[in-house]
């Protein structure tokens, strides 16, 4: 998986033995400058934490420190912006929160079901509090997972977003919760469903140009659904236009057209563009991050 991933993102397989954090960074800033877009926010990750708050780094597939992260950025503060990452049952939690709030990041970003985080968790409550005080945005994956090892299935389910939706933190769920591989089970539905109740609750089309989470878009295409709808790539996830060709969205020319654009986030965003989102999706991150 790492080599394809690799190759997609039109890094040289040396990387992976040494220097990798490096040339994708200095790829990344490139790919950015070149695109379309003015940003994007980089995503920390935890590692899985035991319920009894200890690391478990031996069921992590990789580890992004905040610390890393927010070097990063600082280096890059035009283009990239921190989602910073903490496993909420951590021992030192609070305290890391807190110090990511003061370095001035304003998103979190949780893969639950990798990292054994159970949002239904009252011990969790201060947590989801602090961040609520703070208008720190959740940005939560949803749905299946194909590329990391899953400790726990049934933290998929976007329904479990409902104890920090009730301590007032503005979520997005990424993916929309449909499925990643194709036994996976499919959430979207129940997740839109969400979205009447709650009206700080989004979704991501991140990674939805992939052969299997494409089915996900015709969910997620009609208004007033779109209106929930925040831009998202994925990235290092390759994307191509096969799977909204396969779903009938793009044509054949379209498709081909994407192919030749060498650089992974424009393609996904004449993806998204072509299959039917517009700049509304691409801005709402910021209308969100003013909020």
């Avoid at 021992?91 to 949780?110: F, I, N, Q, S, T």
């Avoid at 959740?138 to 301590?167: I, K, Q």
């Avoid at 072509?274 to 691409?282: E, N, Y």
Wanted: aromatic share 6%.
């Amino acid at each position: 998986m790492a080599r394809i991933i690799v190759r997609e993102c039109g890094l040289p397989q040396s990387a992976l033995k040494k220097g990798l954090d490096e040339i994708l960074e200095e790829r990344l800033a490139g790919m950015v400058r070149e695109s379309s877009l003015d940003a994007v926010i980089l995503l920390a990750q935890d590692l899985p934490h035991h319920d009894d708050g200890t690391p478990l780094p031996e069921k992590g597939a990789f580890h992004v420190p905040n610390t890393h992260l927010l070097e990063v950025c600082a280096r890059y503060p035009d283009l990239f912006l921190p989602a910073v990452s903490i496993h909420p049952g951590r021992r030192d939690a609070l305290a890391e929160l807190e110090r990511c709030l003061a370095a001035g990041a304003r998103v979190l970003k949780l893969l639950p079901n990798c990292l054994n985080v159970d949002y239904s968790d009252p011990r969790y409550l201060p947590f989801w509090r602090m961040m609520a005080r703070h208008r720190m945005i959740l940005l939560s994956h949803t749905g299946g997972e194909l590329s990391l090892p899953v400790m726990e299935h049934r933290f998929a389910d976007p329904r479990l977003l409902v104890h920090p939706l009730e301590c007032g933190v503005t979520v997005i769920a990424a993916h929309c919760a449909g499925r990643s591989g194709l036994w996976d089970a499919d959430y979207t539905t129940e997740l839109l469903k969400m979205f009447e109740k709650w009206p700080h609750l989004y979704g991501d089309n991140s990674a939805l140009n992939s052969p299997v989470r494409a089915r996900t878009l015709r969910k997620i295409l009609p208004q007033p659904v779109r209106d929930r709808i925040v831009h998202g790539s994925d990235f290092p996830i390759a994307v191509g236009g096969f799977g909204p060709w396969r779903m009938g969205l793009i044509d054949g020319e379209t498709w081909q057209l994407a192919k030749r654009e060498p650089n992974v986030l424009e393609r996904d965003l004449m993806l998204k563009r072509a299959v039917g989102f517009d700049d509304t999706q691409l801005t709402r991150m910021h209308h969100l991050l003013q909020g």
